[in-house]
């Protein structure tokens, strides 16, 4: 096949303590428009990176036009002929359309210093004509103009750079359409089509399934950084694409989901048309007794931001929270810990610990209450109350003084974990819980998870992959663009499958 | 649709429009507020004129013009380099430093009362280069060793101060160059010729605002540093350039200040630093970056200068001068910060 | 790996090195260097110093700064001196609460209104170095000769520790104790060291950051009361050069710009070793503007010095 642009074999990339992605073999032909689609964390993202040369691989190799390729950076790769553009726009807003689009190549409009602005809109002018953009004007800021607009510039301002020296260019759009309406998509799929009738080709990744088939030529399917099927557009259907994505699920005895608690009546916590403008709306649920709640959804339906307000990080604009039959409202985390709510956050490196403090420091600071007398703290009862975490958790460090920096992952997920439960919090927001860590660990934090339930604990559970959510949980709430779709039981003996979420996420 | 699954209750088809037009209202409602941020300085630079013709006895007329016209030269040209090290998102605390240096040395340089020299426009070109060379420093220590703008500042701002006194050890030069006493009594069309220098300096600059490349990286690194450098561009050859130029204004300003006050001397510039910010982040220029330009900065040189000048006029203590500064530039900071409750200020 | 532990620890045993070498060098020198009298100069410099720079260190250790330490000092120096007739030794208690009420201004504004430190602070300055000049008409007034009785006690020593340098060590205990024994120093660590983190904790950020402002009003305010007792005189300029001169007892103490790390003990040392440069410049009849010089150099290195390397990709403005 000598009309392959670009080919991948055999391609790994490892990260300390995870297998990012494996063997994967992919090739994009000229003019065709080749659909990605996986689960968060499947690997779509990372295999972007690489082709993009922002990440090297661990193995296998990957050629353009029959030529090896490699690069150290964006900037070589954009020399070589790929071009991606990014899930945050890389635009700056504070500029006109041509000088994004040019940036950092005025030179081909300087004379003496001065840049001709004037040659260089008319230039930006005929870029954007021949993507049809005729409503962009190029001389008006970034700012003033809408996402969808925004997009277009940034596509316009790709295929300028790539398609600079060479014929043939590869694009990479990674989640174009989450920001867009159904109209903006419909005229981003116009384009899309215009710029592989030019003999370039594109890979495009996106959540809505239905998209995906629309738009591309083939499908690759991705699940836990392997390729699991590549699929004709003829032969696609969302079905079996979900089928491919999920595979089959796994026991429950890695998930302890024997040991899952039977919620008690009382209700903790209820949230009542909760709305945060702009990313949910509506939102309504109940936490029980000892019982974990599910919230599933893909990245950008807004779960993520439900769990911020619930954890006092950001503050609804609408709707109720009720703890124990009273309405509160959080302006702050630290009025939720007041009230009983601590989360373990999903960035832990930013926001679940703090590297340069002690081991028995770190597990200390949402509870000083508990080490302090009269005001004063004491630094032994730190040091035992860290001790006494570090054995029941099984964290392994040399010592409760040494600072969080130095352990693994899946130590220091413990340490949060320690600081979290120690506080004697009625709720506790689980936000990706075993993110980054070690399957051992992730065994671990499972039983974790069971224990403080059976202590009559309500969860919210933002679980790292779908399987996760589903067995832990025992109540699922499915979002889907800001709203909940769905809510399911998930009682011990009757799982939902994973294919009948996935329906509601996409 | 598919409902044989065991026990979930499907909550229909969501209404996906909202969440997303709501996104772009907020959107919407940002860039109403920035353009009414930017006519602001402007809007408030024609009201002080117009308010301070009423009630300040002596403010409307043409020699007061002519007055606040002078009193713009020095804090414009300060201004001009102040601006651009801002458009970065850095700060340039040494800007009095460099100021009073370059005056003090031009004043030994040019024929005076200390020593026997006589070099003249050689003289001040000297000082100039030798002002600018301390914002090259700075501008190195603070993009290789990786030191914030306002430590590397604040120190070399003393450091610098240190060597201007050391210039003349205790007993300041007094200019006797003819020319110095020709410049500061000159004007052209009733305008006084600092004055003029000033604003074509202000054209300059503008011009490299506007139509160079380099204006444009400016805006970008204020924008969104990381990006700027992932383009290819090299981000601390620029900031470099920026502090060099900063400190050539100072050192301009401080050549301004030889001249009117006809002595070289550290103490030349007192005052100016916290007026030039006062100026320069009134005029609509962030703090933060990325923001605002040489044009507004002129409005808030103006209301500045405006400002001092009223306060002059009613005969207002001059100690006070700097607390109402300090109070306009809270005031301004405070109205241009965006106030997300994330956001991490330090 | 291994080489940059070493010159981590080396970096971190730097100050009580310095400190020790440099005193070696001035006895051999100069060996009344170590004598009741010289130790005593040494000792009544140090403690204004000290007083000043213990705050700014909680400031520093939240990943600020404190720009108006300087104006403070000079206007509780005024104050002192202008309320030592009427109220005697109470007028401590009024710089104090002055320095208090500056403090909290200066937080309040912070986090408030969400401006850059170095800029409230810096707009702070302006506004007390102005109430300090107009409250004096200028220049520097005199406590009349007549109430200097009323300051003997502050001539009293302890051997060759004068009492004023036990005040500004009974303060330094304070601090150390706020730093290390309550709630609200580990809090302005955790902010310091990590303001997301220190939030998502439940942590209260804006509290931590209000009290560490606070406190440095205090401090200064308290040093600024020390040097109107020494000199006895309202003397509004007297705070101009220490703002340079806190920033570095605290750097060279070793406590980063960054935030989250350092100690109020490291300042001790810093504080010290900021005097007996000082002290060494003094009598080596240095031109007093060579300390300028030499301390905006010391401060920078000592940043560099403190700062954590190998970021390639940090964006500092």
Known sequence: MEDVLFRINNLGKEYPGTVALAGVDLDVRRGEIIGLVGENGAGKSTLLRIISCVEQPTSGTMEMHGRPFSGRNLLEANHMGVGMVFQEQSLMKNLSVAQNIYFGREKSFRRFFLVNWRKMHASGLAVLASLGLDNISPSSKVLELD?????????????????????????????????????????????????????????????????????????????????????????????????????????????????????????????RNLGLKGFFKDVSFRVRKGEVVGICGVVGSGKEEVCSVLCGDDRADAGQMLLD????????????????????????????????????????????????????????????????????????????????????????????????????????????????????AKEEIYQLIREITEKGIGVVLLGDTLDETISLSSRLLVMKDGLIAAEMESPRDNKPQQIDVVRYMM | MATQDNNSTGRGEPTSQSVTAEFSERIAAESVKNRIMQLGPL?????????????????????????????????????????????????????????????????????????SMDLGVLGILIAITAGTLFGVVSGVLHT???????????????????????????????????????????????????????????????????????????????????????????????????????????????VFGAIKLNIGEVIISNGFLFSTITAVVVGGTSLVGGKGGVGQSLVGVIIVVIIQDSMILLGVNSYVQPAVQGLIVVAAVALTVARSKKLIFK | MRNRITVRTFVDNLPWLLLVSLVAIFTSINPRFVGPISLGNLFSAAAPLLCLSLGATFVIVTGSIDLSVGAIVSASCVIYGLTFPELGNWSLLAAVSFGFVAGSLNGFVFIRLKIPSFMVTLAAAALWKSMALIMVGGGAKGIPLPLWKGLRWSEASLGVVPILFVISLAVFAAYYFIQSKTALGRAIFAVGASERAARMFGLKVNSAKFWAFALSGVGSALAGAIYSIELKTSLATVGDPVTLLAIAAVVIGGTPLTGGRGSVLRTLLGALLVVIIQNGMNTGAVDPYWQQIVFGAFTIVAVYLNSERGGRTLIVK
């Open chain 1, 147 to 271: 996402f969808a607009a925004r997009q277009m510039v940034e596509i316009a301002k790709v295929l300028n750079i790539v398609g600079e020296k060479k014929n043939g260019c590869l694009i990479l759009l990674d989640e174009p359409t989450s920001v867009l309406n159904d109209g903006e998509i419909r005229k981003l799929f116009e384009k899309m089509r215009l710029i592989t009738e030019q003999g370039n080709s594109i890979i495009f990744v996106s959540h809505r399934l239905s998209e995906v088939i629309e738009i591309s030529d083939r499908i690759y399917v991705f699940k836990d950084g392997r390729r699991t099927a590549l699929v004709d557009k003829k032969d696609a259907n969302e079905n079996l694409l979900y089928e491919k994505m999920v595979g089959r699920g796994s026991s429950g005895e890695y998930f302890k989901v024997n040991s899952q608690t039977e919620p008690g009546d009382d209700t903790v916590l209820e949230v």
């Open chain 1, 325 to 440: 039959g009273t309405e509160r409202i959080f302006s702050d985390p630290s009025e939720a810990l007041n009230a009983g709510i601590l989360s373990v956050p999903k960035e832990r490196r930013e926001e679940g610990i703090i590297g340069v403090l002690s081991v028995a420091e770190n597990i200390s600071l949402s509870s000083m209450k508990a080490i302090s007398r009269h005001a004063v703290v004491s630094g032994r009862e730190r040091t035992n109350r860290a001790m006494e975490w570090i054995r029941k958790l099984n964290i392994k460090t040399s010592g409760p003084k040494v600072s969080v920096d130095t352990l693994s992952g899946g130590n220091a997920q413990k340490v949060v974990f320690a600081r979290v439960i120690s506080g004697e919090n009625r709720i506790v927001i689980l936000n990706h819980p075993t993110r980054g860590v070690d399957v051992g």
């Open chain 2, 43 to 115: 809007l408030v630079m024609v009201v002080l004129t117009v308010a301070m013709s009423i009630f300040v006895p002596g403010f409307f007329g043409f020699i007061n013009l002519v007055s606040v016209l002078q009193q713009v030269a020095t804090p414009l040209v300060l201004a001009m380099g102040l601006t651009f090290v801002l458009l970065l998102g850095s700060i340039d605390l040494s800007l009095e430093g460099v100021m009073g240096f370059a005056g003090s040395i031009v004043a030994l340089l040019v024929m005076n009362s200390k020593n």
């Open chain 2, 144 to 254: 290789r060793l990786k030191i914030p703008s306002f430590m590397v500042t604040f120190g070399m701002g003393s450091a610098i101060t240190g060597f201007g006194v050391l210039s003349y050890r205790g007993i300041p030069a007094s200019v006797k160059d003819q020319m110095f006493a020709r410049i500061a009594s000159g004007t052209f069309l009733d305008l006084p010729l600092l004055t003029w220098f000033a604003l074509v300096l202000f054209l300059i600059t503008l011009v490299i605002e506007r139509y160079t490349a380099f204006g444009r990286h400016l805006y970008a690194i204020g924008e969104n540093e990381s990006m700027v450098r992932a383009s290819g561009i090299n981000v601390d050859r620029i900031k470099v350039i920026v502090f060099a130029w900063s400190a050539l204004c100072s050192s301009i300003a401080g």
